[in-house]
């Protein structure tokens, strides 16, 4: 009867801890236009930080390939190589906030130790110009083995997806 209650636990954590990973619609701010929508491609991904927000060129690089890889998912050829399709957009992920919470404070009590990513997202020209802008969140904040068990890779994920998103149609 222990073990049953076991796996059942360790898979309401597994159901739950899924939400990290989950799309959360990125805001628009200045959107592209319809006719700029169908002829994207993106030259470069790259990110920075806001002055107090503590994260490393590691950090950087990881999503950054995520968001990457998330984008050559869903639309095959939109990345290419800047010198060879000049009118290419560069996507500029601009970080405000990247908490990585605790653990131990989010398996006590729910909505403690949250992860919490914000970021600017801008979408800008070969000459600097910038064409559009959107605001993306993710975070965490479930309890409980749920909350002990996620970490700020599977918000990562979650948030990288909801960046890849600014490129759809819909966004």
């Known amino acids: 009867m222990k073990i049953v209650r076991l796996a059942c636990a360790a898979s309401l954590a597994a159901m739950l801890a899924g939400c990290a990973g989950s799309v959360s619609a990125p805001v628009a701010v200045q959107a592209l236009s319809q006719e700029q929508r169908g002829a994207l491609k993106l030259s470069d991904i790259s990110a920075d930080a806001a002055q107090g927000v503590a994260m490393s060129d590691g950090d950087f690089g990881l999503i950054c390939e995520k968001v990457k890889s998330y984008i050559d998912a869903d ?6 190589d800047g010198a060879a399709v000049p009118q290419a957009l560069k996507m500029q992920i601009h970080f405000t906030r990247f908490d990585r919470g605790s653990a131990f404070a989010r398996a006590m009590l729910i909505g403690l130790g949250q ?6 997202v801008s979408l800008a020209d070969a000459s600097g110009k910038e064409v559009a802008e959107y605001k993306v969140a993710k975070d965490f904040a479930l309890g409980g ?4 068990t996620t970490s700020v890779d599977d918000v990562e994920e979650g948030f990288a997806k909801s960046v890849a998103q600014v490129v759809n149609n819909k966004a």
């Open 115 to 120: 992860i919490r990513i914000e970021a600017t």
């Open 75 to 80: 639309h095959p050829g939109m990345v290419v």
């Open 145 to 148: 083995i749920a909350g002990a």
